[in-house]
């Protein structure tokens, strides 16, 4: 008794032109579609079984991804920013692509195009060898970019463990610095707190201005040098502490300072200590990339509230670089680099408002969904230029609460005159406004966030 099923597939009558070739268009299609039928179909039942179930266990996993994807982007964040399992996925691309291209050999030499009309088998044969090429390129670009995550994440993020909310919010430093020519190490020029509720996703911007005097240090081993905070006159502006810490590292002898960025940490306990809120993470971009993130992410939008001429250089010696007019704004990463910056025909004050508007921005216009699309040059533009604390074990509770944060409104708060004397600060009124400034945007929020 026969032990299989003769079908025109696996037994043709070779000398059915019409036949051969319909039975190579079907087979070859098929292997596309479903590797490892085709084998199935003709007899290599061993190879079928292999390639199909490497096939099933594909789309078992874009299944599950889907079915993740529904129930928050969290638990597949979570996976994408493991290291391991990056590496697992690597591994996985290779041998799936090794199998694929076995399969596809394998079918093409069952086709017997020799047998079919000509037209057939160069069609046949076009088609195979495009798909073939497609495939290894793909495969390609997967491996490298899971490569490029996997390495970005180790340069960038911290392996230490997450801190939790203070006070059902977590709060950010960000620190714009510059480290261009004539700057003696690296200047803290943009410090913003961003305070953001743990549950809602709330957001709060809060501007310290670069000239602000009689800092309090808070918890910095600096104290010990200025126990009455960095009070010292003109020289002793919040943007020169992080250049002071490293003028006294020997202080920093706490286990947590270890091979950590002792200037950025000092500029946290300092903003924690102004702001009066408790700062537990910071990212630092210099200046000297921000250009190169921002083109990386295809360019930014802003609504330009008045022209601003960019130019630089001494006084009475000013050179001209180009301007920006009102309205929307499509920037490139230079031009949004000398928005941010630009302050010789405006003030510290205007250039402030500038930041924070790039800031929320980059906030409400770059969703993770941007940033997977276009991560290889990012991650190209990114591990030099920028450095956090934030650990790679919180990226998926993080990036589930920038997409809450995006779709609400950002306030702002400027510690700046009228409001705060930046040369004669009232650090009590300044916690009293930063405090209403959060309570205001948390009850903003409906109870349908929560």
Not at 55 to 69: E, K, N, R
Request: aromatic share 8%; proline share 5%.
């Amino acid at each position: 008794m026969a032990n299989s099923i003769e079908t025109p597939l696996k037994t043709p009558d070779v000398t059915d032109r019409q036949l051969m070739s319909r039975r190579a268009w079907w087979l070859i299609v098929l292997n596309f579609l479903i590797p490892g039928l085709p084998q199935l179909l003709v007899g290599h039942r061993r190879l079928g079984r292999i390639g199909l179930t490497f096939w099933l266990l594909l789309v078992a996993a874009a299944v599950a991804a889907g079915i993740s994807l529904l129930s928050g982007i969290r638990p597949l964040t979570g996976l994408l920013t493991n290291s391991w399992v990056l590496l697992a996925l690597q591994v996985a691309v290779v041998l799936w692509t090794l199998v694929w291209i076995l399969l596809t050999v394998d079918t093409f030499r069952t086709l017997r195009l020799g047998r079919a009309r000509r037209g057939a088998a160069l069609g046949v044969s076009l088609l195979t060898v495009v798909a073939l090429v497609a495939g290894v390129s793909g495969a390609a670009w997967a491996f490298n970019t899971l490569g490029s995550t996997r390495d970005l994440l180790g340069k960038l993020f911290a392996a230490s463990e997450t801190v939790k909310p203070v006070d059902g919010r977590y709060n950010f430093l960000l620190i714009g610095g510059d480290s261009g020519a004539g700057r003696e190490g690296l200047r803290p020029d943009s410090l913003s707190v961003v305070s953001v509720d743990a549950k809602t996703g709330s957001s709060v911007i809060v501007g310290i201005p670069r000239n602000l005097e009689e800092v309090p240090l808070g918890g910095s081993p600096l104290s010990k040098i200025y126990p009455d905070g960095y009070n010292c006159g003109d020289d002793c502006l919040i943007d020169f502490l992080y250049t002071e810490a490293y003028s006294h590292k020997n202080l920093y002898t706490a286990a947590k300072y270890d091979n950590k960025d002792i200037g950025a940490l000092t500029l946290v306990d300092a903003a924690s200590a102004v702001t009066g809120l408790k700062v537990q993470y910071y990212v630092m971009v210099d200046m000297a990339g921000f250009s190169d993130i921002v083109d990386a992410l295809g360019g930014i939008t802003v609504d330009v509230k008045q022209k601003v001429i960019f130019v630089d250089g001494p006084d009475g010696h000013l050179k001209y670089h180009g301007y920006v007019n009102p309205g929307k704004q499509h920037m490139s990463g230079q031009t949004a680099l000398w928005y941010a910056r630009s302050r010789k025909l405006s003030s510290d004050y205007d250039r402030m408002e500038r930041q924070r508007q790039l800031q929320t921005a980059l906030l409400k216009q770059f969703s993770p969904a941007t940033l997977l699309t276009r991560f290889q040059a990012v991650a190209k533009a990114s591990p030099e230029f920028v450095h956090t604390n934030i650990p790679q074990n919180a990226l998926a509770q993080f990036v589930e609460l920038a997409g809450k944060a995006k779709e609400l409104p950002v306030s702002t708060l400027e510690l700046v005159p009228p409001k705060v004397t930046p040369w004669d600060p009232e650090y009590v009124s300044i916690h009293q406004m930063v405090a209403e400034a959060v309570a205001s945007a948390s009850a903003s929020v409906s109870p349908s966030a929560n």
